[in-house]
C-alpha cells in the first residue's frame, strides 16, 4: 500500500526543518511520498523544503494558493495535496509539529486494517513546562467525544490517516468549518458507519502556541468554529433554545472571566487566556451562525447516506 504524507505549510521556516528532518527518519516496507502543499508562503520555508529532495522519496511541492485571491485554510491545503497525491492512502502533519520516530509504520499499519487512522498528540517534548501545565492534552492517550451533536469521537487533522477509498465516497473537507474541519470530518466518518481506530504508536509531538495573543486568537477561533459545527449538526433551534444557549454561554463567559483572581502561575494565566479566547468565540459564534439557523443536519445527513452506498458497493 502506498501511502502520500501530506504537510501543509504557511510560513513555517522557523519549525519545518525539524519536521523534515523526522519525516527523512521515517520508515515504510512499500513506497511512499510527501508532498508539501504550500499555502503562499512569503518566508523561505519553501527553500528549506528544497534542501530536503535528496532524502525524502518522491518529495513535492504544490501551491495551494492562488493570488490575489485571499489565502483559504488548512483544510483547502490539505485538498491540494490530495488531489496531487498517489497513494493508496493518505497521512497527515504539519509543519509546526514532529513526528516521533516509527510514526509512518504505525501510521501504514493500522491503515492496512482500518480505514481511518488517529495517532497520539504528545505535548511534552516540544513546550516549555509551564506550556505543558497550562492545560488538558487532549488525543493523548485516546480520543474525545464531541460534547455536541452528532456527539461523536474526534481527532485532530495534524495526525489522521484514511484510505483513499474513504476519502473518495465522502467526499472533500469542509472548508466552511474552517479550524473545526477535522471534527467535522470525524463525524461524517462515523455517520457513514466507520469507526476510528486510534493508534497510540503513531505519535506526533504537537506544538503549542507559546505567545498570549497567539493562545486567546487560537481559543476564540475553536470556540467560533464549534458553533458552526453545533449549527451543522442540530435541527433548527427555536427561539427559546436559541435564547437558552445564549445566555449559558453568557454566564460561562462571566464566571470564567472571575476566574482570574484564581491564577496564581504562568501556566495558570495561559489557561485563562485561551479559555477567554473560546468563551468570546462560543458568544460570536452563536450569534453569527446560531441565530440564522436555517439548514441544520438534514444536508450532511443526504451526504452521509449517499456516502453509505458507495463504501457497501
Known sequence: MKLSVILPCFNGADTIAAQLEALANQQWSQPWEVIVSNNGSTDNSMEIVEQYQDRLPNLRIVNAYTPPGPRRGVAHSYKVGIKAATGDAFVFCEADDEVAPGWLTAMGEALKKHDFVAGAIDNQKLNEPWLIASGPHIQAKGLVKNPHPPYKLYAFGCNVG????????????????????????????????????????????????????????????????????????????????????????????????????????????????????????????????????????????????????????
Open 162 to 313: 484514511m484510505k483513499r477509498s474513504l476519502y473518495e465516497a465522502l467526499g472533500e473537507f469542509d472548508e466552511s468549518c474552517l479550524t473545526g474541519w477535522d471534527m467535522d470530518y470525524c463525524s461524517r466518518v462515523q455517520l457513514a458507519g466507520t469507526e476510528i481506530h486510534f493508534e497510540p504508536k503513531a505519535v506526533v509531538h504537537y506544538r503549542q502556541r507559546h505567545k498570549f495573543p497567539d493562545l486567546y486568537r487560537q481559543g476564540r477561533s475553536w470556540g467560533a468554529n464549534t458553533m458552526i459545527l453545533l449549527k451543522k449538526y442540530s435541527e433548527p433551534m427555536t427561539s427559546f433554545k436559541l435564547l437558552k444557549h445564549l445566555v449559558r454561554a453568557f454566564l460561562g463567559s462571566l464566571q470564567h472571566l472571575l476566574s482570574i483572581f484564581q491564577v496564581h502561575s504562568k501556566a495558570g494565566f495561559a489557561g485563562w487566556v485561551w479559555g477567554c479566547g473560546w468563551h468570546l468565540g462560543i458568544l460570536q459564534g452563536s450569534v453569527k451562525y446560531l441565530i440564522r439557523n436555517d439548514s441544520g443536519i438534514k444536508p450532511v445527513l443526504a451526504q452521509v447516506e449517499a456516502a453509505k452506498k458507495q463504501i457497501s458497493v
